[in-house]
């Protein structure tokens, strides 16, 4: 066995034999470090060069507010408020996703957990989101003010409306807000809806969330 000392199991080593060195991020003793680690002088791998994608946040946000700003200027009726929301929040959990695996990949296990955990706590909302979506936005009554409605849109748009509603559960309910934002004047992302007073004051209280 490489190791010299172990601690619990005979596979959780604590120290190593000569000619071995410790990985600590598994308690392994090995004939050589890992990719992007190094052996020190008392033969403990460390992390020598990390995995890094420099400005990745920073670049996506710059494209989303350049695309929301474009269309704007072209479109004024674009609701760029929610135009934002709903892109950078379903970039944002792609991002988190890809940070979640590049530090599982370089073993900051508490980094991910804490990752994880947001993950896990933004699916949460995303359910409680779709239950009131079933319960109040599906089963609204034709508006009396005229205008098409939102089954109207629902049943106009089948393919956009079943898109952003599969990529809101997948991502974040804030996709949700796509179909009302007016990005770039296309009708697709025109729904109107019964109760629209309550729709914004629930969205904006999960969002706050």
Same mark, same amino acid.
């Given at each position: ?45 460390? #992390?020598? %060069? ?6 990745? $946040?920073? &670049? !996506?946000?710059? =494209? /989303? ?37 590049? #530090?599982? %990949? ?6 991910? $957990?804490? &990752? !994880?955990?947001? =993950? /896990? ?53 804030? =996709? ?34």
């Amino acid at each position: 066995m490489p190791c010299l000392t172990c601690e619990g199991a005979t596979d959780q080593c604590t120290t190593c034999q000569p000619n071995f060195v410790y990985f600590a991020p598994k308690k392994q003793c090995l004939t050589s470090c890992p990719v992007n680690y190094a052996a020190d002088a008392q033969s403990q791998c460390y #992390l020598a %060069k990390e995995t890094v994608a420099p400005f990745v $946040t920073l &670049i !996506g946000t710059v =494209l /989303i507010i350049l695309l929301v700003a474009v269309s704007r200027c072209w479109k004024p009726q674009t609701r760029i408020y929610n135009a934002f929301l709903a892109l950078e929040g379903a970039y944002l959990v792609f991002f988190w996703i890809y940070m979640l695996v590049f #530090l599982i %990949k370089d073993y900051h296990k508490a980094s991910a $957990t804490m &990752i !994880g955990i947001a =993950l /896990i706590n933004n699916y949460i909302i995303n359910l409680i989101w779709y239950n009131f979506y079933k319960e109040r936005v599906l089963t609204q009554q034709p508006n009396a003010i005229g205008g098409m409605t939102y089954g109207d849109y629902k049943n106009t748009y089948k393919c956009t409306q079943k898109t952003i509603l599969i990529f809101s559960l997948l991502t974040t309910f804030q =996709l949700f807000r796509m179909q009302y934002c007016l990005l770039f004047g296309a009708d697709q992302y025109n729904a109107r809806f019964e109760l629209t007073g309550k729709l914004v004051k629930r969205m904006n209280r999960y969002s706050l969330f």
